[in-house]
């Protein structure tokens, strides 16, 4: 969030656009700005316009995905998430 001309806050997504509104979602959801730094990436597959798609593996710990979000299965050490066209 920041400050817009009127002093009034707001988001304001940064970056590549398709990012963005994952951003902004989680931050209104209350994940932390330092969620990177909380569950660090072990694994990237990066973006490929072949694929259309990419791959992240986090990890993780305790029993949920952040202070009152998703339970984690016990035992759960990594969390993969893929983003990209369904087709």
């Keep these: 969030k920041e400050k817009d001309e009127a002093g009034v806050m ?7 656009s398709s990012e963005a ?6 931050r ?10 909380d569950y660090p990436r072990v694994l990237e597959v990066p973006f490929s316009s072949s694929r ?10 305790g029993t949920h995905l952040c202070e009152g979000g998703m339970p984690l299965p016990p035992g759960t050490n990594y969390l993969a998430v893929c983003k990209g066209a369904p087709n």
Excluded at 28 to 37: P, T
């Design 10 to 16: 707001k988001w304001t997504p940064k970056g590549n």
């Design 21 to 26: 509104p994952i951003v902004v979602a989680a």
């Design 52 to 61: 259309k798609m990419m791959l992240t593996v986090s990890q993780v710990g």
């Design 28 to 37: 209104k959801v209350g994940l932390s700005e330092n969620i990177a730094g």
